[in-house]
């Protein structure tokens, strides 16, 4: 089983930027669609950008045009990049693939401050 290590959250102010990092053992990123999911507290877990096998992207609204997701398949790695972040953006952010198979990961705390 697949658990994936998720770094690189932290504490920004409102408009500021993070690049989240998902490491994984084996070449599973090329195959598989993947995504960034985030549960903040008392709310579901919610996936909020996927890209799928072939490279292409989608977004769900609160993130669009502020989110970039990206993959290395070489380095079996998964990105992140958040800019002009919300104090909405704050939650624990997952990767996994889509619809999720993996063990979920300890996650990476993002909270925006206003």
């Known amino acids: 089983q697949v658990q994936p290590v998720e770094s690189g959250g932290g504490l920004v102010q409102a408009g500021g930027s993070l690049r989240l990092s998902c490491a994984a053992s084996?070449?599973?990123?090329?195959?598989?669609?993947m995504g960034w999911y985030r549960q903040a507290p008392g709310k579901q877990r919610d996936l909020v950008a996927r890209?799928?096998?072939?490279?292409?992207?989608d977004y769900a609204d609160p993130v669009k045009g502020r989110f970039t997701i990206s993959r290395d398949s070489a380095k079996n790695t998964m990105y992140l990049q958040m800019n002009s972040l919300k104090p909405e953006d704050t939650a624990v952010y997952y990767c996994?693939?889509?619809?999720?198979?993996?063990?979920w990961g300890q996650g990476t705390q993002v909270t925006v401050s206003s």
């Open positions: 084996g070449s599973v990123f090329s195959r598989n669609a």
């Open positions: 890209i799928s096998g072939g490279g292409r992207t």
């Open positions: 996994n693939t889509d619809p999720p198979i993996w063990l």
